[in-house]
Structures are given as structure tokens and as C-alpha cells.
Nanobody
Framework: QVQLVESGGGLVQPGGSLRLSCAAS????????IGWFRQAPGKEREGVSC????????YYADSVKGRFTISRDNAKNTVYLQMNSLKPEDTAVYIC?????????????????WGQGTQVTVSS
């Protein structure tokens, strides 16, 4: 059974940083594309970032380019999302998910396994 568990969320001030972790069990993350998504109250789920399985190509939503970095530590079977220069509009539950590829990840349609999410709150 494939399971993903997110951690690392919390409360930070605007301009601050957080690093989210997505730990996998039941499969190795390097065999899958891993995407990060977020959902705020009253809003639809939004694709944030994705890292491919072939050569580790990374993808980002325009709203986070230059601020967020996705990476993978195969030894720890974990994917990270480093979030810098956080803004109040980044406040959301952040969820990771696994798929066979990243292309078109913003829609999240090809992602079959989803974690439960970790709360990120950016506020003064």
C-alpha cells in the first residue's frame, strides 16, 4: 500500500521560510514523479511544484517560481519543498502526491496517491 506523509508545516511571518517533507512508504520515491499541491479554505486545490522520476526535472507554478525549491533525498525516501520569501497568500494545507510523470501536473489528474497534508500559515 502506497502512503505519503507530509510534515514541516507551521506558522511563519511574511518573508520567512519553511521546509516541507513528504515521506513515502510502500514504494521508493525515485520511481515516481512527486508533486506538491496546496488548498486554502474556500479555494480549489492548486498545483505548486513537481519533480520527475527520469532525470529529476523540476516544475513550478508561476506563483512560486524563484521562491520554492523541490528536491529529493533518495536515501531517506523523502521529497522536500523548500519555501522561501513566504507570502500570506501561500497559506494553505500542503499535500504531496505520486504519479508516473509531471507533465500537466497543475491539474493533478495523473496523481493517484495523496498524503493528508500539512498546514502552512503565513501571517503577521
Amino acid at each position: 500500500q502506497v502512503q505519503l506523509v507530509e510534515s514541516g508545516g507551521g506558522l511563519v511571518q511574511p518573508g520567512g521560510s519553511l521546509r516541507l517533507s513528504c515521506a513515502a512508504s510502500g514504494f521508493t520515491l525515485d520511481s515516481y514523479a512527486i508533486g506538491w499541491f496546496r488548498q486554502a479554505p474556500g479555494k480549489e486545490r492548486e498545483g505548486v511544484s513537481c519533480i520527475s522520476t527520469s532525470v529529476g526535472t523540476t516544475y513550478y507554478a508561476d506563483s512560486v517560481k524563484g521562491r520554492f525549491t523541490i528536491s529529493r533525498d533518495n536515501a531517506k525516501n523523502t521529497v522536500y519543498l523548500q519555501m522561501n520569501s513566504l507570502k500570506p497568500e501561500d497559506t494553505a494545507v500542503y499535500i504531496c502526491a505520486a504519479a508516473s510523470y509531471c507533465f500537466g501536473f497543475l491539474a493533478g489528474r495523473q496523481f493517484g496517491s495523496w498524503g493528508q497534508g500539512t498546514q502552512v500559515t503565513v501571517s503577521s
